[in-house]
């Protein structure tokens, strides 16, 4: 092959990878790069990406979180569907339940708030109450449970306790409704 063939067929091919070059250059100036697996315009995920979580890097940890934050959006949905008030120990407490051993028809609940657990979705509150021929009566109810009808507080007393369980030993009067 003589030497001018190999190099007009040299200059050919720097020529003919100019062009693709030069492409290769406008496309990642005009586009940002696109992480591996996702489509043009789509929304990003409504998780956070595992490469993100950097303290929750242990399983266990990161499943724990997302458990948390699952239910967080479920006790913000429930209290956005029932309107419930504040209340605290200490609080007189008026409820209605749908029962379902008594055809759905709604049953009235009233008692002193004793005890309220914060839990996120699984917060829960003591009611205690004295029945005139039955004595006292303690129940827990799980305030975002759906035979929790209406909640609404009738009045207040002052405590100077969170847990107010020393009332079980006292006499009805103390915190008879």
Sequence with gaps: MPASALHNSAATAA???????ACAAEETSVTAPVPPGRVHN??????????QLK??????????HLIQVLEQEAADKATSEKNLPDFRPG????????????KGRPATV???????????????????????GGGPVER???????????????GRRKVRRAKLYYLRDRKPNEYRV
């Design 55 to 64: 303290k929750r890097n242990f399983l266990p940890r990161r499943m724990g």
């Design 15 to 21: 020529v003919a990878a100019a062009p693709v070059e």
């Design 140 to 154: 827990t109810f799980p305030l975002y449970s759906p035979t929790l009808q209406s909640l609404s507080v009738t």
């Design 110 to 132: 009233k008692g002193l708030c004793i005890a309220k657990k914060n839990r996120g979705w699984r917060t829960s509150f003591t009611v205690l109450n004295y029945i005139q």
């Design 91 to 102: 609080d007189i407490l008026e409820l209605k339940l749908v029962v379902p051993q008594n």
């Design 42 to 51: 789509t929304p990003p995920p409504p998780w956070t990406p595992t490469h």
